[in-house]
C-alpha cells in the first residue's frame, strides 16, 4: 500500500512557467516533509523541507503544507530546463529514519 | 566536504548468483547510513538503516541483507539474486543528530539480473 500519492504523474511546462506538484499522505502520524529530485542516471537530492503549516520559500521553489489535509505541494516559478527531472515527495514519522517516498512526478520543462 | 561512493557503478548478474554491493562516506564521522532500491522510473523504496556500527536496521523484506562493518562502510548482499532484484540501488548518509536531517544519496549501482 503506497502511502504517499503524487499528482500528476507527469508534467510538462513552457520554460519560464510555473510547475505545481501535489502529494497527499493517508499516514496521519507523518511529521517531516521533504521535496527530492532525481535527475536522470543519479542519486536524488534534497530541494527543501517543510514541517509547519503554510508556505515556505527557497528562491524559486515554494512548498506549502497543510498537516490538516496532509497534503504538500511544490511551486516552481520561471521554470528552466534544467528543472526537468523525477521529483519526488518523501515524508516520515517519529523515526525520522525510515523515509517514505511518492510515486514521483516526472517534470519535462521544453525550450 | 563530505563525499559518498558506491561501487560497483554497474552489474550484470545471473539469477541465483551471489551479490555484493558498497558504500563508503568520507568526512562524516557516525552518519546514519541507509540502503534504497529502485524500479527503473519508479519510486524509491528503502530498504536498510543503520546508526552504528555493527547494528543494521530493515525497514522491508526482499531478500536482502546489510551489515555496517566500519564506520564509513554499508554492505548490501544477498546468497541468491532474484530476477525482481533488478533496479537501481542507492546508498544514503545523514547527520543523524537532528530528527528531521536531509539525506544525501549517493550515484547508485545499476543492476541487472538475468
Known amino acids: 500500500q503506497q502511502k504517499v500519492q503524487q499528482s500528476p504523474e507527469s508534467l510538462s511546462v513552457p520554460e519560464g512557467g510555473m510547475a505545481s506538484l501535489n502529494c497527499t499522505s493517508s499516514d496521519r502520524n507523518f511529521q517531516y516533509f521533504w521535496w527530492y529530485r532525481q535527475h536522470s542516471g543519479e542519486g536524488p537530492k534534497a530541494l527543501m523541507s517543510i514541517f509547519s503549516d503554510g508556505d515556505k520559500k527557497e528562491g524559486r521553489f515554494t512548498a506549502h503544507l497543510n498537516k490538516a489535509s496532509l497534503h504538500v505541494s511544490l511551486h516552481i516559478r520561471d521554470s528552466q530546463p534544467s528543472d526537468s527531472a523525477l521529483y519526488f515527495c518523501?515524508?516520515?514519522?517519529?523515526?525520522?529514519?525510515?523515509?517514505?517516498f511518492g510515486s514521483g512526478t516526472k517534470l519535462t520543462v521544453e525550450p | 566536504a563530505q563525499t559518498i561512493h558506491q561501487w560497483p557503478v554497474a552489474e550484470i548478474k545471473a539469477v541465483g548468483s551471489p551479490l555484493s554491493l558498497g558504500c563508503t562516506i568520507k568526512g562524516k564521522s557516525s552518519p546514519n547510513l541507509y540502503w534504497y532500491w529502485q524500479a527503473t522510473g519508479g519510486t524509491l523504496q528503502q530498504l536498510f538503516y543503520s546508526i552504528t556500527v555493527g547494528q543494521v536496521e530493515s525497514v522491508v523484506q526482499l531478500n536482502l541483507s546489510a551489515s555496517r562493518p566500519k564506520d564509513d562502510q554499508f554492505i548490501l548482499s544477498t546468497e541468491k539474486l532474484l530476477l525482481s532484484h533488478s533496479g537501481f540501488y542507492l546508498c544514503?548518509?545523514?547527520?543523524?543528530?537532528?530528527?528531521?536531517?536531509?539525506?544525501?544519496f549517493g550515484p547508485g549501482t545499476r543492476l541487472t539480473v538475468l
Open positions: 544514503a548518509w545523514s547527520g543523524g543528530a537532528r530528527n528531521y536531517a536531509e539525506q544525501f
Open positions: 518523501a515524508v516520515s514519522e517519529s523515526n525520522y529514519n525510515v523515509l517514505y
